[in-house]
């Protein structure tokens, strides 16, 4: 056996990963119970109960009863058929954003109304159609980028949802694909010069569309929100409330927390506007202090490696590229929940993966976790044209076919 034929790259279910991902999942469940604790329609001390009476903790343990067999479905999904359908996922993913735009005149905004008070955030969803579309083209060219040709096909193929998602005031969706679109690029092979050059007029473009946005009157709430990060002073004490509520809340939790459903808690009192969704740190934070804290970034950080390593030994460029791509979605979307809610980055309405309040946002990262298992499942040695992972392409760690 070659060395690179070790028991590392062999095919499987990683079950390291879905154990990760499901004790997370499960937290997330009591989190956004204790965020939404009432003393009122708790009538026994007991776990079970709080969440039963936690409208937004009943809903979210439907959405985790639901999480295994969408893990399950995209894992098992036939291999080739992800990679045949990639564009009819991203029409539809496109489709879906047309939708809840054209509703936006009737309240809709960016979410589209299902049934029985159930939405759907198209933006969501949005994200893993780009990462399947951009590893796809990713995978068919040996030299991306590489010919000015290659520059108006990408233009669109990303241009498109983002302009899409902006225009639904998805500002902080918008960044996250395009932090996923950069980090898949440089594993991708292209070269950092142009790779710089793309980011550089990729950040302009988001200013310029943005700045459209804004002189309108349509978003003025956020841009008051990154003057507050960097100066209160310069906004009303409204626009950095949030924040500011936030960091008391999570400092009242001290090393070991106030404990899970205190009357007279910061949580209880719903001292933290919003702390079931993109706040649910500062609750956190609040019933389980710092160690809480530091285990919950402990978990991310087991699940964002676990993923990377997934990836180092995944042969396929296609499979190991769409893994990268789900990591860097979960890596950006953790960095900037936590970086917001202690006041170190600006508020972009960014939801913690597993944690937050959402059906959405949970069922999109479980489908990028089965994408991942997908991936992982498929990479079998004997699928793929000989490769030697140890080959660099343009200094960075990848396959390249021999």
């Known amino acids: 056996m070659k060395a690179h034929e070790s028991w590392h790259g062999r095919a499987h279910m990683d079950w390291v990963l879905i154990a990760l991902v499901f004790a997370m999942a499960i937290f997330g469940v009591i989190s956004v119970s204790v965020a939404t604790f009432s003393t009122s329609s708790a009538v026994e001390d007991s776990l079970l109960n709080y969440v039963v009476s936690s409208?937004?903790?009943?809903?979210?343990?439907i959405f985790l009863l639901i999480a295994p067999v969408v893990?399950?479905?995209?894992?098992?999904?036939?291999?080739?058929?992800?990679?045949?359908?990639?564009?009819?996922?991203?029409v539809g993913a496109c489709g879906?954003?047309?939708?809840?735009?054209?509703?936006?005149?009737?309240?809709?905004?960016?979410?589209?109304?299902i049934i029985w008070g159930y939405t759907l955030q198209p933006s969501e969803f949005v994200k893993l159609a780009c990462i399947v579309t951009t590893a796809k083209y990713l995978e068919s060219n040996d030299d991306p980028l590489g010919k000015l040709r290659d520059y108006p096909r990408i233009a669109a193929l990303v241009g498109i949802p983002w302009m899409l998602t902006l225009l639904q005031g998805e500002m902080g969706s918008v960044i996250v694909m395009v932090f996923v679109f950069g980090l898949m690029l440089f594993f991708g092979g292209v070269r950092m010069k142009v790779l710089l050059g793309i980011v550089g007029a990729g950040a302009v473009a988001i200013a310029l569309m943005y700045g459209l946005a804004v002189s309108s009157g349509g978003d003025n709430y956020r841009v008051e929100r990154i003057l507050s990060f960097f100066d209160p002073s310069l906004v009303d004490e409204g626009a950095s409330y949030q924040v500011t509520q936030s960091k008391i809340a999570i400092g009242s939790g001290g090393l070991s927390g106030v404990g899970t459903f205190v009357q007279g808690s910061f949580s209880q009192l719903d001292y933290v506007p919003e702390d079931w969704t993109d706040f649910i740190f500062s609750s956190i934070g609040e019933a389980f202090g710092f160690i809480g804290c530091s285990l919950v970034v402990l978990g991310y950080l087991c699940i964002i490696l676990r993923m990377l390593y997934l990836a180092r030994f995944t042969m396929s460029r296609f499979g190991q590229l769409n893994i990268i791509g789900v990591m860097a979605m979960m890596l950006f979307h953790v960095f900037e929940n936590v970086a917001m809610t202690i006041g170190l980055m600006p508020v972009t309405g960014i939801p913690l993966p597993f944690l937050s309040y959402g059906g959405s946002n949970l069922v999109t990262n479980m489908i990028g976790i089965g994408l991942v298992l997908n991936m992982v499942r498929n990479r079998s040695m004997a699928?793929?044209?000989?490769?030697?992972?140890?080959?660099?392409i343009k200094g960075r760690y990848f396959q390249k076919k021999t």
Do not use: C
């Open 55 to 61: 409208y937004y903790g009943m809903r979210q343990f």
């Open 71 to 90: 893990v399950g479905t995209i894992a098992y999904l036939p291999h080739e058929w992800i990679r045949r359908y990639t564009m009819l996922v991203y």
């Open 96 to 113: 879906l954003l047309v939708v809840a735009l054209a509703g936006e005149a009737a309240g809709v905004k960016a979410w589209i109304d």
């Open 383 to 392: 699928n793929i044209p000989s490769v030697n992972p140890q080959t660099r």
